[in-house]
């Protein structure tokens, strides 16, 4: 059971990147019925909440602060979940890591999510 986030980079203020987050192993079958989630952590802060997409797509919920730049998709046939940021700012910077839910809808809250994949960094230049 993996999950694997990857995508991340260093990028001027303005720029966009795409992260994914691939499910390996029979980890595949479990989370295409699950909802997924981005979450992101920054030095010296808590883990907070980005994004969210439920089972199938059709529900997503975002943290008011990348709402209008970032979108959550997921290819539920390749098993990977995607987080395409736009108009990124310096305070995005961080950690981002991707997580499969307990359940099949969309969740804020990080103690939904038993499953936690490795994180990439994302950085943004002023």
């Known amino acids: 059971v993996q999950l694997q986030a990857s995508g991340g980079g260093l990028v001027q203020a303005g720029g966009s990147l795409r992260l994914s987050c691939a499910a390996s192993?029979?980890?595949?079958?479990?989370?295409?019925?699950?909802?997924m989630g981005w979450f992101r952590q920054a030095p010296g802060k808590e883990r907070e909440f980005v994004a969210a997409?439920?089972?199938?797509?059709?529900?997503?919920q975002y943290a008011d602060s990348v709402k209008g730049r970032f979108t959550v998709s997921r290819d539920r046939a390749r098993n990977t979940m995607y987080l395409q940021m736009s108009s990124l700012k310096f305070e995005d910077t961080a950690v981002y890591s991707c997580?499969?839910?307990?359940?099949?809808?969309?969740?804020?809250?990080?103690?939904?999510?038993?499953?936690w994949g490795l994180g990439t960094q994302v950085t943004v230049s002023s």
């Open positions: 192993g029979r980890s595949g079958r479990i989370f295409s019925n699950n909802g």
């Open positions: 997580a499969a839910a307990r359940g099949s809808a969309v969740y804020a809250n990080p103690e939904s999510y038993p499953h």
């Open positions: 997409i439920s089972w199938n797509g059709g529900y997503t």
